[in-house]
């Protein structure tokens, strides 16, 4: 347990001492022109571990989702998107500043959604409408705490995009904690999409980076587009090689975070103005309803900070997010708050 207990997000990680040292004997070389090796080596191993032909190393999540909807899509044209989706919402809405494309917001059942619905929103072009030619998924879903997207669903969805020729990119940021919780290989899920993107610095603790993979002609293409928004990178081979180890030796860890997401929603589900219901806390994520009677959300937020515990307030709730850097301790200690501040 360290001095503050920080559930904000997975993205607050710290790296392991093999990546520092990983960081300071790696072999580098210039990547705009191609020749960094521990560069190529991560994108070799990425693209072997999602099954696609290439993948590119950026600096981002959000740049990889912003390169692919470019990659994929001219303007005026429409994109479909689960309407809780990271891409919708917490982007700084690449798809029209970049793309140029308009989103097609969906509902869906935590983010899982209706392939009957996503067929009925398909356009063809006309002098008024824009054409359909994207899909994106997300998997895990982040706003939907963290939830798997059923297999079934995602083939289903692809047997729609096949029928109508257009691609789906799967937004896979956490795909690694997909398939840990399932049980499904990371293949199998992106095996289903045209390209994915999955990040290095979540749960795997690596402190910069993403993947995007797909076919080599899309990755061709998508380094240029990574090159004109400013993510070609010179020796990257230092912020690569903690990639490495994250692929290797941090995938098999996460199930620890979802034992103790998993523990502390049950733990809380019962307390007063908690709304949760533990079976939906898949993963390692846990968003949750507050209306206490005499604590707010602000007050609870704050009531943690006094005890050395971070967490994120969202409208009407409250994330806290389990990772490599929280333990049974901080779970505990988060229980016991919860109990004194709620009471």
């Known amino acids: 347990m360290s001095e503050i207990s920080d559930f904000r997000s997975d993205t607050v990680t710290r790296p392991t001492p093999g990546m520092r040292r990983a960081m300071a004997e790696a072999a580098v070389g210039d990547d705009v022109l191609g020749d960094d090796p521990t560069v190529q080596e991560l994108e070799t191993l990425a693209a072997g571990i999602v099954g696609k032909e290439a993948a590119l190393f950026v600096p981002s999540g959000t740049m990889g989702n912003s390169v692919a909807v470019k990659a994929w899509t001219r303007e005026l044209e429409e994109v479909i998107v689960e309407a809780r989706s990271h891409i919708f919402n917490m982007e700084s809405t690449h798809l029209t500043f970049i793309s140029r494309v308009t989103p097609r917001p969906l509902g869906s059942r935590r983010g899982a959604m209706d392939p009957d619905e996503v067929e009925a929103n398909i356009r063809k072009p006309s002098v008024h409408i824009p054409e359909t030619s994207l899909v994106c998924v997300e998997n895990t879903h982040n706003n939907w705490s963290g939830a798997v997207l059923p297999l079934a669903n995602l083939k289903a969805l692809r047997s729609v995009a096949d029928k109508h020729q257009i691609r789906i990119h799967m937004d896979g940021a956490r795909i690694f904690n997909a398939s840990t919780a399932s049980g499904i290989p990371v293949k199998d899920y992106a095996a289903l999409s045209d390209s994915v993107m999955f990040c290095l610095s979540k749960g795997l603790s690596a402190p910069v ?18 090159k004109a928004l400013g993510g070609g990178m010179r020796q990257a081979g230092v912020l690569a090689a903690p990639g490495l180890i994250a692929l290797t030796e941090m995938v098999g860890r996460l199930g620890q975070d979802h034992a103790r997401a998993k523990k502390l929603a049950s733990a809380i589900a019962g307390l007063p103005g908690v709304k949760l219901d533990p079976a939906d806390v898949e993963t390692n994520i846990i968003i949750f309803g507050l209306s206490h009677p005499r604590v ?48």
């Open 209 to 226: 980076g993403s993947m995007l993979a797909g076919p080599r002609d899309f990755i061709d293409y998508a380094r240029r587009i990574r």
């Open 296 to 343: 707010s959300i602000a007050e609870f937020i704050a009531g943690l900070r006094k005890k050395r515990i971070l967490a994120l307030a969202l409208s009407g709730g409250v994330r806290f997010v389990t990772h490599k850097d929280i333990d049974d301790e901080d779970v505990e200690r988060a229980i016991s708050a919860f109990k004194e501040i709620l009471a």
